[in-house]
């Protein structure tokens, strides 16, 4: 089991990449930076790039719909040849308030369009003459667009790897598919081992069956918060406001992928009150009522006995790489977590 790791720079992003050289010490195989509406990931990625040596470096994730499919290929190309092959493209649709309420993009066809960027990217990555032919991204544009003298081109250097790692972050039934289908790697949210099977089994099962073998074993990358002592259960409420803004705030009534989520998970009563008290601006009472038992069952927070039964639930559901965020006082306690859970994934 791999061990990554989501980059916290809330501190000051260059301090807390002077820090990764502890964690690649400790033993940490990949680090995730995410892309919302901050600052972009490319330029981060490129800076810890040059910062370490060893260390995995993947968008944790860029979204489909803010770059065209040949600029996520080239940034993915660049950023491979950077790293010296190091880079992991992650993918995903994000949701509808970031891409139309920050990018001004309407938030249309995510399925449709996250399967022609995967197989655009392969296609630039291949040094294949690209003629977009898709029903997202395709020429000859309508007659009112464009001049009709674009030309078929193949990207002029030459990538590190014709085939970049993909990871797509998808928790829909049909994405989910989609993602065991067409990409490298899979990574949902909210991961609650024992539910992964009832609530994924079948599309997960249906996209495998669709998959060229030459992809190789689907990589599901799960995330959790991360302590281990006799002392640290308190620390599983630093996940209630998060998960509330996700249940609650993330989207509007019936559009909220991740309120839809808890419901399949079996807390109707609860996602309804907290997206109902997010929604009229109760925060702190939405973060109330997320249930303590979804909290713990999707983190690794407790004893170390308790964190160990946890790695295994987590493996036996299918996971491959556990990306931790570790919750120490110090960098020091940080870098102890990362060395504990490496050995405790074996």
């Known amino acids: 089991m791999r061990i990554g790791m989501a980059l916290n720079y809330s501190g000051g992003f260059k301090e807390s990449v002077a820090e990764l050289a502890d964690y690649e010490r400790a033993g940490l195989d990949i680090v995730f930076v995410a892309e919302a509406y901050s600052f972009d990931a490319v330029s981060q990625m490129g800076y810890i790039a040059a910062k370490t040596e060893r260390l995995e470096i993947a968008s944790g994730i860029l979204p489909v719909y803010s770059r065209t499919p040949t600029l996520l290929a080239m940034t993915a190309a660049g950023m491979d040849y950077v790293s010296d092959g190091r880079f992991t493209l992650g993918l995903g649709a994000s949701g509808p308030q970031v891409i139309e309420g920050f990018h001004g993009v309407p938030y249309t066809a995510p399925l449709g369009r996250?399967?022609?960027?995967?197989?655009i990217c392969r296609k630039v990555w291949r040094r294949e003459r690209l003629e977009h032919a898709g029903k997202n991204y395709?020429?000859?544009?309508p007659p009112d667009q464009g001049t009709g003298l674009g030309k078929a081109l193949k990207i002029i250097n030459h990538p590190v790897r014709s085939r970049i790692p993909i990871v797509v972050a998808a928790i829909g039934p049909k994405n989910v598919e989609l993602a065991a289908e067409l990409a490298e790697g899979w990574e949902p949210i909210f991961y609650v081992p024992e539910k992964a099977r009832e609530v994924?089994?079948?599309?997960?099962?249906?996209?495998?069956?669709?998959r060229d073998p030459e992809l190789g074993e689907l990589d599901v990358i799960a995330q959790a918060a991360l302590a281990i002592g006799?002392?640290?259960?308190?620390?599983l409420e630093f996940g209630r406001p998060m998960a509330a803004l996700y249940i609650g705030g993330m989207g509007a009534k019936g559009k909220n992928f991740y309120n839809d989520l808890a419901r399949r998970y079996g807390y109707e009563k609860e996602a309804e009150l907290i997206q109902d008290l997010y929604l009229q601006g109760k925060k702190d009472e939405?973060?109330?009522?997320?249930?303590?038992?979804?909290?713990?069952?999707m983190s690794l927070i407790g004893?170390?006995?308790?964190?160990?039964?946890?790695?295994?639930?987590?493996?036996?559901?299918?996971?491959?790489?556990?990306?931790?965020?570790?919750?120490g006082g110090t960098h020091e306690d940080r870098v102890r977590l990362i060395e504990k859970i490496k050995e405790i994934a074996g």
């Open 138 to 141: 395709t020429v000859p544009l």
């Open 286 to 297: 939405a973060a109330a009522h997320v249930p303590a038992e979804l909290l713990e069952k």
């Open 114 to 119: 996250t399967r022609e960027v995967i197989e």
């Open 303 to 327: 004893a170390e006995g308790f964190v160990r039964d946890r790695v295994q639930a987590l493996k036996e559901s299918g996971v491959t790489t556990l990306n931790v965020t570790p919750l």
């Open 230 to 235: 006799d002392d640290v259960a308190g620390l």
């Open 200 to 210: 994924w089994g079948p599309s997960v099962a249906a996209g495998s069956a669709k």
